[in-house]
């Protein structure tokens, strides 16, 4: 017969249905014992739902409370506790659980507060349910779905009001769910909430009158960006583009090249916080022409070579940083490290590597100096190490994330 042990034999690895046809209080008493390994009394909790016995609920409720228990099972026994709001509220509810400090733990106490009705968490429910990390947004969402069941929406609106972008951004959601209009939203001040009623949009005819009628700019450039999703009319996107004077943003500092070669790689992908005006020009206007990557790194190489420097073979940005990827090959010469973006003709170094920098630039490349690396290209946000921010043109060009 099998055991535990064998259900689960390494960390993450855990046969879930074994576990579900497990006797349940076996499984309790295992959860309940902090001797065991965390990671086999995680899998043995989750196996427990919807058939927790009631004998050991106060010993599991127990282990929840510890806070020298380990996180990931207190998580788990809070999924799993679904209906022990009677003894678990109260505790979730004290100010101490404000000071909370293990992984994930504020964020599973608050989307339980809302799974248990607790219409006291609903503002930083809200808050979570506007995270940028998607686990975070999903935990806050199903609470205050939660909350919504139980109370009514038109209770929970009341309370969040609409002060907080995220306030406005959830009764964007909350309007949409019950099938209201919510084109109204396109106009918010707030580019995540705008971005967020454009994305719930389904109905092109009603986004074409929207065009008409659009009280703002940036409304109407997020009804174009909306229309070119749903039907990808790159000419009625380009129209509109026109009739609203071709609006972008303008960086100081920032030559078409640069410009071109970063909108044409960033505006599709960055976050919602983002400018309209950028994802709409990278949707009308022509990409540059990207190099062929082979054939510009054998032209620097030839350049190095050709002045005397030692360049060993290029290497990816992640391969160099042992992890990840991103925008740029690596190139070392002695002591010095050379960076060639595969966005275009873009190269940089240290300051003092004069050698290179004029080889580099006799060859067709141009260098990116410290100035110009500097400039910041705002209204463009960036996902970069957990920052949602504008970047540097450096950063932009020579773009790596593990």
Known sequence: MRDIETLVPSAGQADTVGL???DAGELARYVADPAHPWWRRRACARALAGRVPERYAAELIARVRDPDDVAEVRIALLGILADRAAELLPWLEHEDRRHERSYAMPEAILEARGRFGDRSAAPELVTLAASPWPHRRAAGEAALDALVTRHGAGSILADIGVVRPEDRAFHVRTRHRAGADVTDALADRDHGVAYLAQSLLSDPVRLRGCLAEAPTRDAALWAAYALHRLTGDAAQTRAVYETLGRPRVEVDGLDEELRGAI??????????????RWRVEALCT????????????????????????????PVPCGEHHHQGGGTYHVIECGESELCVSTLGPFVTGDATDVTARSALESAGFRWIDGATGAIRVTGLCVYYFGAREPLGVDTLLFYWQD
Not at 263 to 276: I, M, N
Not at 304 to 313: D, E, S, W
């Open 20 to 22: 579900s046809e497990f």
């Open 263 to 276: 909108v044409h790689e960033y505006a599709s992908r960055c976050e919602r916080q983002s400018d309209p």
């Open 286 to 313: 022509e990409p540059p022409v990207r190099p062929d990557q082979d054939e510009q790194l054998r032209r620097v190489m030839a350049a190095l070579t050709a002045a005397g420097m030692a360049p060993r073979t």
